[in-house]
C-alpha cells in the first residue's frame, strides 16, 4: 500500500512538474523509457527469473497495445462521437492554456479499463504460449515464441483500415444526418455500400478493423507521465515483491536447475506458466500504454523489437530487476545520443553491445540488484534473498541457457 | 532370484501396508535397454537401507523411478501406504520423499539459506496476493521458514554458511547442504544418492554419524546409494544388490557379504 502512494505520489510530481520543463521530443523521450522499463522489468520475470528463453515480448505488446487501442478507439467514438482525448489534467501529453482543469475524467476511466483489459488479454495469450514451455526448453521454446510474435504481427497486417466515422448527407437514407460507418459489401449483384449508425454498430464489424498495415494511427493520445509513472512504479513494486518471496525463490529455481526445482517440491510447469502469464500481462499494459502515445504499426512490432527487449534483459544482467531498469534506460536513450554519428550510428551502436558482452557476459548487474554492490563489501561474495552473489567475470559466458544464446544479438 | 525372492517375502519384511517405502515389480527400459527389471524394496519405518551394486547396474535410474524423474513402465509404488506410481517428481516430495542427487545439483547463485528456503515453499501457507501486497501472513511464513531454515543450518554445522552463495561452498559441504535441502521439504522417506562421495576417510565417519542423527531427530526412513562399503556395511540395517537392473540379493549386511552371487558380481568371478 504504501509504496503504491508513493508511486502515485510520484506520479503526480512527474505529470505536473516535470512534464511543463520538456519540450516535446525530450517528452516523448522519457515515456518511451518508461514503456521500454516495463517491457524489460516483465522479459525479466521469464527469461531472467525462470531462465527460460523467450523471443516474442513484442507479440505482448502488440495484444495489449491493440485490444486496448480498439477500445478506446471505438469506445469513445461510441460515446462521444469522436476519437479525441476525454481525459483530465493528469492524461494532457502537454499542458497549456487548454488544458482541463478536472485531474481525471471520464476518459481516464476509458482508458484505464483498457489498458487493463489490454493486459489482460495479453496474460491470456500468455498462458496459451506458456503451455507449451511444458514440453519445450532452450532453443526450442525460444523458436515457439518467436514464431508467436510473428503470427501475431502478421494477423494484425492482415486487418482491415480503421473505421473512420461520418455524418451521412443522404436525404433518402434512413440514417441521415446521423454518424454512420460506411462498410463495403460483396453481394450477389456485386459490391454494394451499406450504412450503420455508430451506436448501432457490433463490435463484431469493428473487431477486424485495426488498420492493418497501414497501422492504428488515431488512438486518443492518453499516455501521459502520470499513466507512465504509475505504471512503471507499480511493474517494479511487484516484480521485487515476487522476486524477494517464496515465489521468486521458485522462479529462480527453475533457472539454476529444472530437476533439482521438480524434486524440491516445486510444481515447475505451473511456475514457466505463471511467469509467462505475470509477464505478458504487464507487457500488454505496456502495450496500451504505447498504443495511446505513438502509433501501433505492425512494422514495430516484429522480432527486432523483440530483440531490443531481449537486449534490455540480458545487459542488465539475467534476473536483476534494476539491471533491466537501468539497461532499458540505455538501450532506449543511447541510439538517440549517438544520432550526430548519423550512418556510423549503429555500427557504434552494435559494437557497444559487443564490447559489453565480452567485457561483461553476465551484464551490468548479473544477477544481483544495484544495492548488492555497496551494501556488500568487495570481497565478500553478496547473496541478498532471492538474487545470491555476483556471476563474476571469470566465470564461463555460458552460465545458462538462456545467457549463452542471449549473448548472440 | 528364486532364492533373493524367498528371502523378500520372509517374515523380516514389514508388509506392503506397514512400510515406510513399499515397491514391487516395477521395471524401467530405454528402448531395448532393460535399465531396471523386476525392482521390490519394502523399507520398514526408521531403517536404514543400502542399494549397491557395481557401475551401471541401474542404482541411479531405481532413484530416479521412485522420485518420478522416470515413470516405471510397470510395478507400484507406496509411500507410507499411498500409491504414488508415476506422480510428477513434485508431487512424490509433496507426499513426503525427499532425494539428493549423485552429481551436486544445488542452486549455485543462490544463498545456503535461500537452498533450504526454497524446499519449504512445497508446503508454504503465502498466496501471491499476500506476497505481492505484502499482506502479514507473508511475513510471518517467510519468517518461519528462515527460521527452520536457520535451525536447519545449525543442525548439520552450516550456519557460518547461511548468507553464502552455495557455488562457493566446499565439496563437502556442498554435500551437506544437499541434505539439509532434502530435510526442509520435511521427508518421511529420504533417498541419498552416493552422499560420501569424493569424501575422506574422516568426513566418511562423521558422514554415518550424521545421517544416524538425522534419522533420530527428524524420525526418517533413509535408502542410500553407495559404494563405499566401509559406510554400507556399518550404516545399512539391509541391503538390496542390484546387478544389470536385477536384484541379486537382499538381506542384512552380513549375509550379504557371504552371498556368493554378490561377490561374483562384484569381483567378476
Known sequence: ?409 | MSIAAARSESNTQPLAADAALHVRGVAKSFGGLKAVQDFRLSLAPGTICGLIGPNGAGKTTAFNLLTGVYKPDAGEIRLAGRDITGLRPHKITRAGMARTFQNIRLFHNLSALDNLKLACHLRTRQTALDAVLRLPRHAADEQEMTDRCLRLLDLLSLSHRAHDQSRSLPYGEQRRLEIARALATQPKVLLLDEPAAGMNPQEKVALREMIMNLRRTFDLTVLLIEHDMGVVMNLCERITVLNFGQIIAEGPPAEIQRDAKVIEAYLGG
Open chain 1, 1 to 409: 500500500m504504501v509504496p503504491l502512494l508513493v508511486g502515485l505520489a510520484l506520479a503526480v510530481i512527474a505529470q505536473l512538474f516535470l512534464a511543463p520543463q520538456l519540450n516535446a521530443y525530450d517528452a516523448g523521450l522519457v515515456l518511451n523509457v518508461g514503456i521500454n522499463i516495463i517491457l524489460a522489468v516483465s522479459l525479466t520475470i521469464v527469461n531472467g527469473f525462470t531462465g527460460q528463453f523467450s523471443i516474442g515480448h513484442a507479440g505482448f505488446l502488440a495484444v495489449g497495445g491493440y485490444v486496448a487501442g480498439a477500445i478506446t478507439y471505438y469506445t469513445s467514438i461510441a460515446i462521444w462521437g469522436n476519437a479525441e482525448t476525454h481525459g483530465g489534467l493528469l492524461s494532457s501529453q502537454s499542458l497549456n492554456a487548454d488544458t482541463p482543469v478536472w485531474y481525471l475524467a471520464r476518459g481516464d476511466v476509458l482508458f484505464a479499463v483498457a489498458v487493463l483489459s489490454g493486459g489482460i488479454v495479453a496474460a491470456g495469450v500468455g498462458y496459451l504460449v506458456g503451455l507449451p514451455s511444458l514440453r519445450l526448453r532452450g532453443d526450442y521454446l525460444a523458436i515457439v515464441t518467436l514464431g508467436f510474435g510473428e503470427i501475431v504481427r502478421v494477423l494484425i497486417q492482415q486487418t482491415s483500415p480503421t473505421a473512420k466515422p461520418q455524418i451521412l448527407r443522404l436525404a433518402d437514407h434512413p440514417l441521415d444526418g446521423q454518424l454512420v460507418y460506411r462498410w463495403t459489401e460483396r453481394t450477389p449483384e456485386g459490391l454494394k455500400t451499406i450504412y450503420t449508425a455508430v451506436d448501432d454498430t457490433s463490435p463484431l464489424r469493428l473487431v477486424t478493423r485495426l488498420g492493418g498495415s497501414l497501422g492504428f494511427a488515431d488512438t486518443p493520445d492518453y499516455t501521459s507521465f502520470f499513466w507512465v509513472t504509475l505504471a512503471v512504479v507499480i511493474t517494479l513494486v511487484v516484480a521485487f515483491r515476487v522476486k524477494y518471496s517464496t515465489f521468486g525463490r521458485a522462479f529462480l529455481s527453475i533457472r539454476e536447475d529444472e530437476i533439482a526445482s521438480e524434486a524440491m517440491g516445486v510444481d515447475t510447469t505451473k511456475y514457466k506458466v505463471r511467469a509467462f502469464v505475470l509477464a505478458a500481462f504487464f507487457a500488454g499494459v505496456a502495450g496500451g500504454l504505447y498504443a495511446h502515445f505513438k502509433s501501433m504499426n505492425p512494422n514495430e512490432i516484429g522480432f527486432a523489437r523483440s530483440f531490443d527487449f531481449v537486449i534490455m534483459v540480458v545487459l542488465g544482467g539475467l534476473g536483476s530487476i534494476s539491471g533491466a531498469t537501468i539497461a532499458a534506460i540505455i538501450v532506449t536513450l543511447l541510439p538517440e545520443w549517438l544520432r550526430f554519428l548519423e550512418d556510423y550510428r549503429m555500427i557504434i551502436w552494435s559494437l557497444a553491445l559487443i564490447l559489453m558482452m565480452i567485457f561483461r557476459p553476465s551484464g551490468l548487474l548479473g544477477v544481483r540488484e544495484v544495492w548488492d554492490l555497496w551494501l556488500k563489501p568487495a570481497g565478500k561474495k553478496p547473496a541478498g534473498p532471492g538474487s545470491g552473489g555476483a556471476v563474476g567475470r571469470s566465470d564461463p559466458p555460458a552460465q545458462s541457457p538462456a545467457a549463452a544464446s542471449g549473448g548472440t544479438p
